[in-house]
């Protein structure tokens, strides 16, 4: 829903016109964006009232979510940006506020004696919630550089810390997303690099499986590029406006794609998981259309 802003007149005026406009109708995305930028410029402690506001009308949004958070990070009030997080992780399957989740661990945790084991869980917990989305690849090899840089002192520690690599490279390479030939490559690599009679043999084991991911993921940026994950959820326009149309087709073609299995996987939990994951990030842009429920 869009109202127009005058591009004559000044900030302030704008940021007083906006606040009219969304007294009338708190759905103006023109608006809000007007007040958002306005934000940005902000302290924190000015701003947290309206970035409040914000993620109360739209609590699907990980693009704002991720704003606020950033906000309260610059401020270094990482106290709060927990339980921002914990308000919104959950909730809200969008990619960039994971990754801001992770690199929040990252950055905030390096001192603490536990912090292999935080990232560790931090990663495993990003990777069951949105490790099958199709712009995941950056967490997977992320993850998998973070338990190469792992010292291991003795064999004993040595052959688990490539074990722990192992399987996360095994799952990840069996998953469906951008630059999964690169993870495909730089796993043969690894494998090469450990044993290479051992890795010829595994490596020829895994390529009929992994033709397959690599057809799949094909089709899967294909129906990806059609879809914007980051508008925020409002109600459909009357009459719907050509670029909703096309957001609600284009998630249309991709739940029907999940749900037909096209890993032609023996696993129905995975082809579930799958499809759930579809639904709930749909539902995050689109969820006052009634008929995708």
Known sequence: MS??????????????????????NKHSLDAWSILIQDA????????????????????????????????????????????????????????DLWKCYLNYVRDTKGKLSSFREKMVQAYDFALEKIGMDVYSYTIWNDYITFLKSVEAVGSFDENKKITAVRKVY??????????????????????????????????????????NVKRVTKEFETLARAIDRNIPCVPPS????????????????????????????????LVARRVVLAYEQCLLCLGFHSDLW
């Open 238 to 269: 009357v009459p719907q406006s050509a670029d909703e149309i096309k957001q609600v087709t284009a998630w249309r073609k991709f739940i029907f794609w999940e749900r037909s299995n096209p890993l032609k996987t023996e696993d129905p939990l």
């Open 3 to 24: 109202i127009y802003i005058r591009e004559d007149l000044t900030r302030n005026e704008k940021i007083q016109q906006a606040r009219r406009i969304l007294n009338e």
């Open 40 to 95: 940005q410029d902000k302290k924190i402690a000015e701003a947290r009232e309206f970035y409040e506001s914000l993620v109360t009308q739209f609590p699907t949004c990980g693009k704002f979510w991720k704003l606020y958070i950033e906000s309260e990070m610059k401020g270094r009030n990482y106290e709060k940006v927990e339980k921002l997080f914990q308000r919104c992780l959950i909730k809200v399957l969008n990619i």
């Open 170 to 211: 095994q799952k990840g390479i069996m998953t469906p997303m951008t630059n999964v030939e690169l993870l495909w490559k730089d796993y043969c690599t690894y494998e090469m690099g450990i044993n290479p009679i051992l890795a010829k043999k595994i490596i020829e084991e895994r390529s009929r499986e992994f033709s």
